[in-house]
Each structure stands twice: as C-alpha cells, then as structure tokens.
C-alpha cells in the first residue's frame, strides 16, 4: 500500500477514484468493442462456410438469411436481423485475414469453430498484398461501427487509406463518415499539397475561408461528358439540377442565395453566376464558372464583384465576401500572381466532372504507407 499514500485532500480523493473509473471503464469498453467485432466475423464467416459447403444449404436457398434471422430471433438472440447478418458475411469476405488473431483473442469454447473453418476450403487469410492494414490495429482501434463505414469503400485501396487514417488520427465514426462523404481520398490523390489537404481535413470545418474552400470540386453528378461540346450556361443549369448534391460537394454551411445575380454600373450589366451565403463564415460567396483554364482576367472581373457587393449588399454582421472562381483547369503560378495584392479574398478551384481513376491515386497512398 505504500505506493498508493499520499497527502489527500477530499477534492484529490474524488479525483483520483473518478480517474480511476473512467480509465478502467474506458477499458472496459474497448473490450466489449473488441469482442463485439470478433463475433461478428466469426458468425460472418459460419455464414460464407455454410454457403458453400452446408449440407442442406439447398433447402432454404435465397430466404437463408431471413429464415436464420428469424429462428435467432425466436431464441431472443438479438443484434442478428437480416441485414446485419448481410454485414457480417461481407465483413468476413472483405477481412478474411483477421482469422489469424482468432485463436488468440477467443474463448477456447470458440476455437472448435476456428478449426473447422481453417480446415475447409475457405481462406482465413487475404491474398498478400501492399493494402492490408494490421489486424491488431484494425480490431483494437476501430469499433465495428467504424467497420460498418469502411465497408462501403469500393476499392482496396481506398478501404486502406480510410482505415490508415482513421487508426492514425483516431477518427471517430462520425470524423470517418465526414471524410469519406467529403471525398478525402480522391481530394488528396488530385492535390499538389497532400499534406495541407489532410491538415486542414484534420481541422473540421475551421472559421477562415480556407478551411473551407476545396480544390480540386467533384461534380461527376451533373452528368456531363468531357467530351461532349457544353456551354457555361449548361454547366450553370447543371448545378441548378442538381444542387443538392452540389451543396453537399461544396460542403457544410453552404446556402444557396441566386443565379445570374446582375449588378449594374451605368447601363451596363454584369452577372454573377451563382451567389451562396455561407453561415459559417458570415459572408456571401459569389461563384464563376468557367469551362477553360483560369485566364488572369478572371480575378479581375470577380474582384470587381467582391468590390461591389462589400460596399452594397453586406447587412450588419456580415465578412467581406469572398470569391470562388471555377474552372476546368488552371496554372497554379498564374493564379497566385493573378490574385496576389488584392484585397479581397478569392479562391480558385478546379473542378472535375469525371472521378479519378485508382491508378491517378495509388502513388500518394503508397507515400502514405511507405512514410
């Protein structure tokens, strides 16, 4: 006991157990997460053993799943409805290797089950390949809610790069869903600044406009071919479209305010194309879109914009306005000389209209690995 004396106070007494107990519940809670995981791989992979070698397999044909629901149910089983019992096979098919560590995380009351398994035809280990995170790691860091995410990955790769970052930056399950929803791993593929693209994910959503604004836009939604001859007005009508998908790529806090917004100084009439008014950064966004590369004309006629709306469309409590000039593609030199020295803030964006492929991605989330 004498490593535990100390001098106490009655407010360091309640200090030192509530520590305590938020520290061994906390543990707890890791262990109940891990064996929750375990388990359900396992009954995944029972469910993959049985379609493929079950006996009687026939018999129940495609209603297997809600027919084995629904006998679990009757046996007050729960957590195994029909569309769990779906996550648990694909989880078993897409983590095959996690069988490894069975036989040492398991009640020896399981290990006849691991044995069978290992015996029959059905690999419990991945093909070897340069995408496999650590099973330790994937089980001991990652709840199965965040599995449930990482499933939705439709490639290997990109599965891998979810789970790297989620171990590395302690993601929780909401962090995880906002970086996929948000595209972070084709973002990051496209940027010339990986590690500032991470970082300012890391960040959240931030208070400054450039934790806001993104580079390179995925608009694959509006249905456009790169091919095919569209005009600005095209490119606008699409947004409009589509703009909820739109809203939800440009990110949160974004409203929609107008179209082809005119402005007018003597009698001639300018039009902005798109205006939004951000909640978060307490300011209007005023959008170009453009279907070439960026011209340094362009930071010009939307400085013009931002000039104007500060002086005639700010309301008490607004920021400046800021700029966002979208275009199919840009020189990054011209940008930075076109927009230096002004004092407004604006932003120029690529934007693509068709998603990248995984080979345009593969050497930075070798980087990744390799790092």
């Known amino acids: 006991m004498d490593s535990l004396t100390m001098s106490h106070s009655f407010d360091t007494l309640v200090v030192s157990i509530a520590d305590t107990s938020h520290y061994f519940q906390q543990q707890a809670q890791k262990q109940v997460n ?83 398994l290992q015996s029959t035809s059905i690999s419990t280990q991945r093909p070897p390949t340069e995408w496999q995170i650590n099973v330790f790691d994937l089980i001991n860091r990652l709840s199965f809610s965040h599995i449930i995410e990482l ?78 001859e569209y005009s600005e007005s095209d490119l606008e009508q699409a947004i409009i479209d589509h703009l909820q998908s739109f809203l939800l790529e440009m990110g949160k806090g974004f409203c929609f305010e107008a179209r082809q917004k005119r402005i007018t100084f003597g009698n001639t009439h300018y039009r902005i194309d798109l205006v939004f008014y951000h909640r978060i950064l307490k300011c209007h966004v005023l959008v170009d879109l453009k279907l070439g590369e960026f011209d340094h004309a362009d930071a010009g006629q939307m400085n013009v914009y931002l ?38 803030q604006l932003f ?15 050497q930075f989330i070798q980087n990744e690995h390799l790092a």
């Open 151 to 228: 499933l939705k990955a439709d490639l290997p790769l990109k599965r891998f790069f979810y789970e790297s970052q989620a171990i590395q930056n302690n993601w929780s399950v909401r962090e995880l869903q906002r970086a996929m929803n948000c595209m972070l791993f084709e973002r990051i593929g496209l940027s010339t600044d990986k590690a500032a693209v991470v970082q300012k994910h890391a960040q959240g959503t931030g208070l400054t406009a450039e934790d806001v604004f993104r580079n390179p836009y995925m608009l694959e939604f509006l249905g456009l071919s790169e091919k095919t």
């Open 34 to 116: 891990v064996a929750l995981t375990l388990r359900n791989w396992l009954i995944g992979a029972y469910l993959v053993e049985y379609e493929q070698h079950g006996q009687d397999k026939a018999k129940y044909g495609e209603k297997l799943l809600s027919k084995l629901a629904a006998t679990l149910r009757q046996q007050s089983i729960k957590g195994l409805s029909e569309t769990n019992l779906k996550l648990f096979r694909q989880f078993y098919m897409a983590y095959p290797q996690i069988g490894q560590t069975l036989s040492d995380q398991l009640p020896m009351m399981l290990q006849s089950g691991i044995n069978i």
């Open 307 to 344: 000039n104007y709306y500060q002086e005639n469309e700010m309301n008490e409590g607004d920021n400046p306005p800021v700029g966002l000039i979208l275009c199919a593609s840009k020189n990054a030199q011209l940008v930075k000389y076109a927009t230096a020295g002004m004092a407004q």
């Open 348 to 362: 120029v964006s690529q934007y693509l209209i068709h998603l990248p492929s995984e080979a345009e991605l593969t």
